[in-house]
């Protein structure tokens, strides 16, 4: 097993979930199998009981682990399944060990950070490397392990000390470190400064890891001067220094680290030269350039109370432009807080409450996604109500979903007092109910958690044809709370079709209001399934529904891709089509500005 590790330095929020999954891209594209581990220095278990705000969104896996978004950018960008244990925390590692020492396996003797700590982070790391993610029997040839934080935390030194232990364990050949440092320019001076990169490889060198690469973060690439310059400093050859500057998306992460030649840096370090192939880039390439190139814009509004900050929502972003990708679309997300749209906003802050609303009202699709507890739930049941009244797609996740019902019962069914327990536990019309078998004195693990088999009742709905026509998917789910099954007959006596259950028939999984061009609601999350050539079925959905071609997608005789090479949907195949691109179009409330993922706010 060979080992790649990449660490961070001089501050946080450098990239380096993304530098990690290019890496892994750019070996596998080197015919290489490559697996991933996120390292987290924090105390808790897992990211389940995190708030959006401190960590970004909870990123979920097949077995119902609850891990760090980086592990989202591993699987859309690598295309493989993690379990998991391929996110270490320093809870995981510490109750690892407290469960050994409260068996005896440690014979009496002192339980240290070193040993005992170091060794259990090394184990964990050989054992979870040769777990396959990629559907084949047998291990990876390379493990990519990211360290999150940053050189000189310490909450990070057992884990640093580990990895100096890991290095001389393995052996050179099998271990190649690269660092991921910032080449700031400041504005009064104009010049790329090195500084800040040498004392955070110092403190490396520090701490017993050298090396073998320093991948620079800059706005622009670096100078011949400050590459030499780094290279005397730093110890690190002059043609092992690349440079990772500002794209206009991160799919061209991966092709600047091919062109800067990192592939033969990295081989060269694990001694596998001749043994791989020059790297076959040319569909990600492709697709990179046509992200770039895309003019015709759909704006989609999500609707959330967590919309200052991007990060809360990452799957779901990236799910809409995968999307929107493979319709040729240039995706504009309008964020809205539910909050503002409110009647109280109105009097509290009017304007806002006003520019709100006309967010709302522009944009050509409406998704709600995800969330826990009460604020803002008012303003995401208006948005709702918005969309159903006039046919705008909408796309409800999982809470999304729950407040399309309780929307439909208070409005449709008038049921006024509808609500969810989540709520209001004392309400007479519950609509949405606590899962009889969640934790109410738990709050970590205790959701319906991971993949779990959705049944489609009827053939001819939207979601069954977009999944094509398949009899089952399998999606994954995080909730407590799930629509009332009592109250599942009135609700299809007036209008509303739950086209998706469970094995038991009980709970419901997918609704469609049939009457509506596209009015979808799901208990899963189809978003941490979808990939950058394998868009999901539903966000497929939405994105056309919102272009005005849905109905081509779902009559297409056949299920070709929109991209130059073959594409299918990530739960069966896609049928899209190729749409021409249109001008560039003037959006009445302003320009919209790229973020470097590919999408517009």
Same mark, same amino acid.
């Given at each position: 097993?060979?080992?790649?590790?990449?660490?961070?330095?001089?501050?946080?929020?450098?990239?380096?979930?993304?530098?990690?999954?290019?890496?892994?891209?750019?070996?596998?594209?080197?015919?290489?199998?490559?697996?991933?581990?996120?390292?987290?220095?924090?105390?808790?278990?897992?990211?389940?009981?995190?708030?959006?705000?401190?960590?970004?969104?909870?990123?979920?896996?097949?077995?119902?682990?609850?891990?760090?978004?980086?592990?989202?950018?591993?699987?859309?960008?690598?295309?493989?399944?993690?379990?998991?244990?391929?996110?270490?925390?320093?809870?995981?590692?510490?109750?690892?060990?407290?469960?050994?020492?409260?068996?005896?396996?440690?014979?009496?003797?002192?339980?240290?950070?070193?040993?005992?700590?170091?060794?259990?982070?090394?184990?964990?790391?050989?054992?979870?490397?040769?777990?396959?993610?990629?559907?084949?029997?047998?291990?990876?040839?390379?493990?990519?392990?990211?360290?999150?934080?940053?050189?000189?935390?310490?909450?990070?030194?057992?884990?640093? *000390?580990? +990895? @100096? $232990? &890991?290095?001389?364990?393995?052996?050179?050949?099998?271990?190649? =470190?690269?660092? /991921?440092?910032?080449?700031?320019?400041?504005?009064?001076?104009?010049?790329?400064?090195?500084?800040?990169?040498?004392?955070?490889?110092?403190?490396?060198?520090?701490?017993?890891?050298?090396?073998?690469?320093?991948?620079?973060?800059?706005?622009?690439?670096?100078?011949?001067?400050?590459? *030499?310059? +780094? @290279? $005397? &400093?730093?110890?690190?050859?002059?043609?092992?220094?690349?440079? =990772?500057?500002? /794209?206009?998306?991160?799919?061209?992460?991966?092709?600047?680290?091919?062109?800067?030649?990192?592939?033969?840096?990295?081989?060269?370090?694990?001694?596998?030269?001749?043994?791989?192939?020059?790297?076959?880039?040319?569909?990600?390439?492709?697709?990179?350039?046509?992200?770039?190139?895309?003019?015709?814009?759909?704006?989609?509004?999500?609707?959330?109370?967590?919309?200052?900050?991007?990060?809360?929502?990452?799957?779901?972003?990236?799910?809409?432009?995968?999307?929107?990708?493979?319709?040729?679309?240039?995706?504009?997300?309008?964020?809205?807080?539910?909050?503002?749209l409110e009647d109280s906003a109105a009097e509290e802050a009017?304007?806002?409450?006003?520019?709100?609303?006309?967010?709302?009202?522009?944009?050509?699709?409406?998704?709600?996604?995800?969330?826990?507890?009460?604020?803002?739930?008012?303003?995401?049941?208006?948005?709702?109500?918005?969309?159903?009244?006039?046919?705008?797609?909408?796309?409800?996740?999982?809470?999304?979903?729950?407040?399309?019902?309780?929307?439909?019962?208070?409005?449709?069914?008038?049921?006024?007092?509808?609500?969810?327990?989540?709520?209001?536990?004392?309400?007479?019309?519950?609509?949405?109910?606590?899962m009889p078998e969640g934790s109410k004195t738990h709050m970590?693990?205790?959701?319906?958690?991971?993949?779990?088999?959705?049944?489609?009742?009827?053939?001819?709905?939207?979601?069954?044809?977009?999944?094509?026509?398949?009899?089952?998917?399998?999606?994954?789910?995080?909730?407590?709370?799930?629509?009332?099954?009592?109250?599942?007959?009135?609700?299809?006596?007036?209008?509303?079709?739950?086209?998706?259950?469970?094995?038991?028939?009980?709970?419901?999984?997918?609704?469609?209001?049939?009457?509506?061009?596209?009015?979808?609601?799901?208990?899963?999350?189809?978003?941490?399934?979808?990939?950058?050539?394998?868009?999901?079925?539903?966000?497929?959905?939405?994105?056309?529904?919102?272009?005005?071609?849905?109905?081509?997608?779902?009559?297409?005789?056949?299920?070709?891709?929109?991209?130059?090479?073959?594409?299918?949907?990530?739960?069966?195949?896609?049928?899209?089509?190729?749409?021409?691109?249109?001008?560039?179009?003037?959006?009445?409330?302003?320009?919209?500005?790229?973020?470097?993922?590919?999408?517009?706010?």
């Amino acid at each position: 097993m060979k080992y790649v590790v990449v660490t961070g330095g001089v501050v946080s929020g450098l990239g380096k979930g993304v530098t990690a999954s290019s890496i892994g891209v750019l070996l596998k594209a080197c015919c290489m199998r490559v697996t991933t581990i996120k390292i987290d220095p924090y105390l808790n278990t897992d990211a389940g009981t995190m708030s959006p705000f401190e960590h970004g969104e909870v990123f979920v896996l097949d077995d119902g682990g609850e891990v760090d978004l980086d592990l989202g950018n591993y699987e859309r960008f690598l295309d493989i399944k993690l379990t998991r244990d391929n996110n270490i925390t320093t809870g995981k590692i510490y109750q690892f060990v407290f469960d050994k020492e409260r068996k005896g396996d440690y014979l009496g003797k002192t339980v240290q950070v070193v040993p005992h700590i170091t060794d259990a982070i090394q184990e964990w790391i050989e054992r979870v490397a040769q777990i396959p993610t990629d559907g084949k029997e047998g291990p990876a040839d390379v493990c990519v392990i990211e360290l999150g934080g940053t050189i000189g935390d310490i909450e990070s030194m057992p884990f640093i *000390e580990a +990895l @100096s $232990q &890991f290095s001389y364990r393995v052996g050179p050949g099998n271990f190649c =470190l690269v660092h /991921v440092s910032l080449v700031p320019v400041l504005n009064v001076v104009g010049e790329q400064k090195t500084k800040p990169t040498q004392h955070s490889v110092r403190g490396l060198r520090g701490l017993g890891l050298s090396p073998n690469i320093l991948a620079c973060r800059s706005a622009l690439p670096l100078d011949e001067n400050v590459k *030499e310059k +780094l @290279s $005397q &400093f730093c110890h690190v050859q002059k043609s092992n220094i690349v440079t =990772l500057y500002d /794209v206009p998306n991160i799919w061209h992460i991966p092709l600047l680290l091919r062109d800067q030649k990192a592939h033969i840096a990295i081989l060269r370090a694990l001694n596998l030269q001749g043994v791989t192939r020059e790297p076959m880039l040319e569909e990600w390439t492709s697709m990179a350039k046509t992200c770039d190139t895309l003019r015709d814009p759909v704006r989609i509004a999500i609707v959330g109370k967590y919309t200052g900050l991007s990060d809360a929502y990452l799957s779901v972003v990236k799910a809409l432009l995968h999307a929107s990708v493979a319709c040729r679309k240039k995706l504009v997300i309008d964020w809205v807080s539910s909050m503002d749209l409110e009647d109280s906003a109105a009097e509290e802050a009017p304007y806002v409450h006003k520019a709100a609303w006309n967010l709302l009202k522009g944009a050509a699709g409406v998704l709600i996604p995800g969330g826990f507890g009460d604020r803002g739930i008012q303003g995401k049941i208006l948005a709702a109500k918005y969309a159903r009244e006039n046919n705008i797609p909408f796309l409800g996740i999982c809470l999304g979903m729950q407040v399309a019902v309780i929307e439909f019962a208070r409005n449709v069914m008038n049921l006024q007092d509808a609500n969810s327990m989540e709520f209001d536990s004392n309400t007479k019309n519950p609509c949405v109910i606590f899962m009889p078998e969640g934790s109410k004195t738990h709050m970590g693990g205790t959701m319906r958690l991971g993949s779990r088999r959705t049944y489609f009742q009827l053939k001819d709905s939207k979601s069954a044809k977009l999944y094509g026509n398949m009899k089952y998917v399998d999606e994954r789910h995080r909730h407590r709370y799930e629509v009332n099954p009592d109250l599942v007959m009135k609700l299809e006596r007036s209008g509303l079709a739950f086209v998706g259950k469970d094995e038991s028939g009980r709970r419901m999984e997918i609704l469609e209001l049939p009457s509506h061009p596209y009015y979808v609601g799901v208990q899963f999350h189809p978003e941490f399934k979808s990939r950058p050539r394998k868009p999901s079925a539903l966000f497929l959905g939405l994105i056309a529904a919102s272009c005005g071609q849905l109905d081509v997608l779902l009559k297409a005789p056949g299920r070709d891709n929109l991209l130059p090479t073959k594409m299918v949907t990530s739960n069966g195949p896609s049928v899209a089509k190729v749409y021409t691109n249109g001008h560039t179009k003037h959006l009445s409330n302003g320009p919209y500005y790229a973020n470097g993922n590919g999408v517009h706010a």
